[in-house]
């Protein structure tokens, strides 16, 4: 399976932006689609995750009631909206899949197996 992230760019503090995931190859109604980020200098993070099923929603704390994730399963896309973005919500966002056999793990990044190649998300003051 590959994924391949978009939607990244450059916005002010309070703005928005929309993050899509597009994966081919086959996939599974249990597969888990996580988003991650990673600052510079810093770990990458959990962001968000869901399943093709349309459970398994997880948001981190940082970025509850602003960022909200979905998925369209006849295109394979998994979305990831960020509303209210922060100067602190810059960073490089990688999608990745949890696929056969699944981690426990779906908030870290250990739980993945299969990556997209990350988009920049910069968020100005």
């Known amino acids: 399976v590959q994924l391949q992230a978009s939607g990244g760019g450059l916005v002010q503090a309070g703005g928005s932006l929309r993050l899509s995931c597009a994966v081919s190859?086959?996939?599974?109604?249990?597969?888990?689609l996580g988003w991650f980020r990673q600052a510079p200098g810093k770990e990458r993070e959990f962001v968000s995750s869901?399943?093709?099923?349309?459970?398994?929603?997880y948001y981190a704390d940082s970025v509850k009631g602003r960022f909200t994730i979905s998925r369209a399963n006849a295109e394979n896309t998994v979305y990831l909206q960020m509303n209210s973005l922060k100067p602190e919500d810059t960073a490089v966002y990688y999608c990745?899949?949890?696929?056969?056999?699944?981690?426990?793990?779906?908030?870290?990044?250990?739980?993945?197996?299969?990556w997209g190649q990350g988009t920049l998300v910069t968020v100005s003051s």
């Open positions: 990745a899949a949890n696929r056969p056999p699944y981690s426990l793990s779906i908030m870290s990044p250990s739980g993945y197996d299969y």
């Open positions: 190859g086959r996939t599974f109604s249990s597969d888990v």
């Open positions: 869901i399943a093709w099923s349309g459970g398994r929603i």
